[in-house]
């Protein structure tokens, strides 16, 4: 079946129609992400090891003092002859995270490849994101990325992290904006619209998007 050739009239029928479904399949998204955020959390209890060039780091550390983290599990492998580009593309996708860490939100990579390795890879994608190297760790495994890709989230509260979310697949690829990342998050966008826990942080929704070099 193909799509028809039509008056504007009659395309401007066709498009209401579908603008109804697509609207509705916003409010649905909408909804999910607010079931999302009143997910059960587990404490992290293992003192996992992140190295990067200066040194190795506790879990803590890649929060970079805010409350929540998003960490993307990248296939990167010891000496990668092949290194994924569907990792790669959705790195390359990821955007300036200013945006996030306006919504007390960090952002990381980790692989299972060595330091070395990680820092020439990103040397050629000329990307700046935090990546770690936990080849000698079992936070993938433990986080349900054992041998493939994934992302999880994590919150920091009351002197504890908590993991909070896990996703891959195709629900990677849904991914790679600041909102649709946000979504993911305990906290959310942060918005007054959202339906969301009581005591999350909120604001009114467009005022604090700011230029990338305009956060304070």
């Known amino acids: 079946m193909e799509p028809q050739t039509v008056s504007r009239e009659e395309w401007l029928k066709a498009r209401e129609a579908l603008l109804a479904k697509e609207k509705a399949h916003t409010r649905a998204g909408d909804a999910l992400a607010a079931e999302r955020r009143l997910l059960p959390r587990v404490r992290v209890e293992k003192d996992y090891r992140f190295v990067d060039g200066e040194g190795s780091h506790g879990l803590e550390a890649l929060f970079e003092g805010r409350r929540q983290l998003i960490v993307y599990h990248h296939m990167l492998k010891p000496a990668d002859p092949a290194p994924c580009s569907g990792c790669s593309m959705f790195v390359d996708n990821l955007g300036d995270p200013a945006h996030l860490n306006a919504r007390d939100t960090s952002l990381a990579l980790v692989s299972r490849a060595p330091v070395e390795d990680i820092e020439a890879f990103r040397k050629r994608m000329g990307w700046t994101l935090p990546w770690y190297s936990v080849m000698n760790s079992t936070f993938n495994a433990d986080h349900g990325v054992e041998g493939g890709f994934g992302l999880n989230v994590f ?52 005022r604090w998007w700011r230029l990338h070099d305009e956060y304070a």
Do not use: F, M, N
Request: charged fraction near 15%; aromatic fraction near 12%.
């Open 155 to 206: 919150l920091r509260e009351g002197g504890s992290i908590y993991h909070t979310y896990h996703t891959s697949g195709r629900g990677v690829e849904a991914l790679g904006t600041s909102w649709t990342l946000l979504d993911l998050t305990p906290y959310g966008r942060q918005e007054t619209w959202e339906a969301s826990p009581e005591g999350t942080p909120q604001s009114a929704p467009y």
